[in-house]
């Protein structure tokens, strides 16, 4: 079945350092890859979404690139910050699909270190 | 524009009892959608309401049930709970319960432990 993988689990760096995390799909037909932080007590949140028309996405200090060949995308946080630290998921659907068919990845905790 | 919110926020249950969870959505959204959170899974879907229906499913099994009222408030039920259901229950709502189209706001979660 459809399938998406999330990398690293966890990801530890230095404050005023970049992360980077990275997913892939397995769906061909996906074309809306949104990123969900969800901190600690609290229910995930969008941060950034990019759609499959466009390679790249810029919002501040965060970005979302994508490749649809490889069938990959990945978030970029510069600059770290404390508050940056959470789980961060991806997903992949279909745009305008229901949620039922929207496919999480398994997450990736970012701790960022002062 | 307050946000969801989910009550209670904690919950302990021995096996086989039942349990009533609810969620009230943000105002004017009419969909209102169940995920389970666990380590081992992650985020999987329950369900979807949507004006008092429910319009899409998860592959749960049937002890897992919910509804809608004319307000769009959601509860969901657990019946003979068993210790795999121990569990982060979220809600979202969004204004049609389409990704993509619509953001889904999600609430803070109802941790259900399971004993």
């Known amino acids: 079945g459809e399938n998406v993988e999330q990398h690293p689990s966890t990801l530890s760096v230095q404050e005023g350092d970049s992360a980077v995390i990275k997913c892939t799909y397995s769906?061909?037909?996906?074309?809306?890859f949104p990123w969900y932080k969800q901190e600690l007590g609290k229910g995930p949140q969008l941060i950034i979404d990019?759609?499959?028309?466009?390679g790249e996405k810029k919002d501040q200090r965060i970005a979302v690139t994508l490749n649809k060949t490889a069938k990959h995308f990945s978030l970029h946080i510069t600059e770290t910050q404390p508050e940056d630290s959470a789980v961060y998921f991806c997903?992949?659907?279909?745009?305008?699909?229901?949620?039922?068919?929207?496919?999480f990845g398994p997450g990736t905790s970012l701790s960022v270190i002062p | 524009k307050a946000g969801v919110t989910q009550t209670p926020r904690y919950l302990i249950k021995t096996r086989g009892q039942q349990v009533t969870l609810s969620c009230s959505p943000i105002?004017?959204?009419?969909?209102v959608s169940w995920y389970q959170q666990t380590p081992g899974q992650g985020l999987q879907f329950l369900f979807e309401?949507?004006?008092?229906?429910?319009?899409n499913k998860g592959n749960f099994p049937g002890r897992f049930s919910g509804r809608q009222f004319s307000n769009s408030r959601s509860e969901m039920n657990v019946s003979t709970l068993e210790l795999g259901d121990s569990a982060l229950y979220l809600c979202?709502?969004?204004?049609?319960?389409?990704?993509?189209?619509?953001?889904?706001?999600f609430g803070p979660g109802t941790r259900l432990t399971v004993l």
């Open positions: 990019i759609r499959s028309n466009v």
């Open positions: 769906d061909s037909a996906s074309n809306y």
């Open positions: 997903a992949a659907s279909s745009e305008f699909t229901s949620y039922d068919k929207v496919i």
């Open positions: 309401y949507f004006s008092e229906t429910q319009r």
């Open positions: 979202a709502s969004s204004l049609e319960g389409l990704q993509g189209r619509n953001e889904q706001f």
């Open positions: 105002s004017g959204h009419r969909s």
